[in-house]
């Protein structure tokens, strides 16, 4: 079990999304979304396909434009464009189904592009900390590879570490496994436990109910752009309330 975290009746909110509108064209993708994620706290995000729990992440840091409503990190608004935005971004930390690193650049390249372009660190103290990222995630020795020359799941835990090494405030990753083969699912979730449990604000969506288990303290449910139940993951997998989330369940579990 992680540590429970810190209450956030007391704390300013890592992310607070209020209220989140967001239509394509005439199709509605999102209708009054309130997430509130507390500092160190790990939610995760459940639900359908086109349940809109990839959009909702992605209006997290705005790579999509919200209708209405405002996203908070750390207690700052988000503005819809602008260095402020760029800022911000920077803080928050996004792992993607696809691993998206840069092809022509090594794993140790892709880790120190960010801080030395973007964070002005030094091509020193960035390669001291990608080696000291690298190594968390387990792939040392994969620094002066090219990313085809690894495997998906060594792809993945160098995307994590890429985006570590901004020091964000907080990580989202959208389905980050699904992508890999069945064993490569593990060696990756076993990294997002350990970052999990070193007390970072995370949310992931995921299909993976057993990472769920582990290491989230809320589970949010979402179906047709709505958040329809929302629990910790011990009342939630034994004691859905509604039976959208009983349905759903009973098709992944
Ligand atoms: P999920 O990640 O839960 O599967 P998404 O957020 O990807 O759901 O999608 C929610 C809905 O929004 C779906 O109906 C999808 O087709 C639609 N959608 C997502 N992105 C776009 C886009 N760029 N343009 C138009 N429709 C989109
Ligand atoms: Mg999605």
Do not use: W
């Amino acid at each position: 079990m992680k540590p429970a975290s810190p209450s956030s009746a007391v704390m300013t909110p890592m992310v607070e999304a209020r209220a989140i509108n967001k239509s394509f064209g005439a199709v509605r993708v999102l209708t009054d979304v309130d997430l509130t994620v507390a500092a160190g706290e790990v939610v995760v995000l459940i639900g359908p396909s086109g349940a809109g729990k990839s959009t909702l992440c992605r209006c997290l840091n705005r790579l999509e434009n919200v209708d209405s409503g405002v996203v908070l990190l750390d207690g700052e608004e988000l503005p819809a464009e602008g260095r402020a935005l760029a800022r911000l971004r920077t803080e928050v930390g996004m792992v993607f189904q696809q691993f998206n690193l840069f092809a022509h650049k090594t794993v140790l390249q892709n880790v120190t592009l960010g801080p030395t372009r973007v964070k002005g660190l030094s091509a020193a103290d960035a390669e001291h900390r990608a080696r000291e990222l690298l190594d968390r995630v387990g792939i040392a020795d994969k620094a002066d590879h090219y990313p085809a020359q690894l495997s998906g799941g060594q792809q993945q835990r160098a995307a994590i570490a890429r985006a570590l090494a901004m020091q964000p405030k907080v990580m989202l990753f959208d389905e980050p496994t699904s992508a890999l083969d069945p064993e490569m699912v593990n060696e990756v979730l076993d990294v997002m436990v350990d970052l999990a449990r070193e007390g970072m604000t995370m949310v992931v969506v995921t299909h993976e109910m057993g990472f769920a288990r582990r290491a989230a303290d809320r589970v949010v449910f979402m179906a047709d752009g709505q958040i329809v139940e929302v629990g910790t993951p011990d009342t939630f997998f034994t004691a859905p309330t509604t039976d959208r989330a009983r349905d759903f369940l009973s098709k992944v579990l």
